[in-house]
């Protein structure tokens, strides 16, 4: 125990972070390109793409992402192919992430007032044109707020990741008590690290969230 005093523990703990905070950035960017195509395909108006849509999204938000995981890590495992961890957290995370901004993001975009659609479709836009010259950019100002608060449960998420092995914060902080025998410790350090991952986005998100209501 004399080997592990509070700054190793904490370094540990930090070297460990960088894991948690890339694994969260790149999730949450591919997550955001597949919901962008989710989205289009979500709000296209043709039933059979919005019944896929609606399935996949029913799908991942309907299930916990720790079983996600596991179906990444050991369901494909099962027909021969050795998957990395990362990989498989990356995967597993992506397609989570996806489900719930798609749902996010069709919100935003459907409080767009119908007229924004007539007014484009006199214009003789295309539905790719109309999404990317005319609704879009009025749904982003909407979905901004809500896609940041959205981020926190993502750096969260990451935490389920260490149960297939990824070594982020949560593992770290695991492997650092089964050495130390300091539970109370070590684990507080972990939790006032995700604080302090999570708390800034929660109060950028509200600070947003307000901002926007008064311009309203």
């Known amino acids: 125990m004399s080997d592990f005093s509070f700054w190793v523990i904490l370094s540990n703990l930090l070297l460990a972070t960088r894991w948690t905070i890339l694994l969260s950035l790149i999730a949450f960017v591919s997550g955001g390109i597949v919901a962008l195509i989710l989205l289009f395909a979500r709000v296209s108006g043709r039933p059979w793409l919005e019944r896929l849509t609606r399935w996949y999204i029913e799908f991942f938000q309907g299930t916990p992402l720790l079983m996600q995981l596991f179906l990444f890590f050991f369901g494909v495992a099962l027909f021969g192919v050795d998957v990395d961890p990362w990989i498989a957290a990356w995967l597993a995370l992506t397609f989570w992430t996806s489900a719930f901004l798609t749902d996010i993001w069709r919100g935003c975009v459907e409080a767009i007032p119908k007229g924004q659609w007539e007014a484009s479709d006199t214009l003789a836009l295309s539905y790719v ?10 749904a982003a100002r909407i979905a901004i707020a809500p896609t940041v608060g959205f981020s ?20 770290a902080g695991t492997m650092l008590n089964n050495a130390t025998f300091r539970p109370f410790l070590v684990y507080s350090l972990v939790a006032l690290i995700y604080f302090a991952l999570c708390f800034p986005l929660s109060w950028y998100a509200h600070r947003l969230e307000r901002q926007l209501h008064a311009a309203r």
């Open 152 to 171: 926190v449960q993502v750096i969260k998420g990451t935490a389920l990741a260490s149960i297939i092995g990824f070594v982020d914060l949560t593992k």
């Open 129 to 138: 044109e109309q999404m990317r010259y005319v609704i879009l950019p009025q």
